[in-house]
Nanobody
Framework: VQLVESGGGLVQAGGSLILSCSAS????????MCWYRQAPGKQRELVAA????????NYADSVKGRFTISRDNAKNTLYLQMNSLKPEDTAVYYC??????????WGQGTQVTVSS
């Protein structure tokens, strides 16, 4: 299984980015998926989650109302729309299964840097 995250970059505070996660796994569509992030010197944290069919989502309080997780099972791709970005959103962003499931091999992640 390979997870490839993309779409990160440098953006000013208040800006937006769309992250993508391409999964080379035939069972993508039956897995709940999540976005995680890890800031320098901090533990990896769960940012957003989506059920296998996309009908239900959950967000960390710190991103609620600003981030939107979605998926396209036909393309084996997970997305994260990030609006109203803040400097504290600066981190490497990863996708993977939900924390209670056996994780796929972690990808390289995509760096998001928000300048003030």
């Amino acid at each position: 299984v390979q997870l490839v995250e993309s779409g990160g970059g440098l953006v000013q505070a208040g800006g937006s980015l769309i992250l993508s996660c391409s999964a080379s796994v035939s069972t993508f569509s039956i897995n709940a998926m999540c976005w995680y992030r890890q800031a320098p010197g901090k533990q990896r944290e769960l940012v957003a989650a989506i059920t296998s069919g996309g009908g239900s989502t959950n967000y960390a309080d710190s991103v609620k109302g600003r981030f939107t997780i979605s998926r396209d099972n036909a393309k084996n791709t997970l997305y994260l729309q990030m609006n109203s970005l803040k400097p504290e959103d600066t981190a490497v962003y990863y996708c993977n299964r939900e924390p209670t499931a056996r994780q796929f091999n972690w990808g390289q992640g995509t760096q998001v840097t928000v300048s003030s």
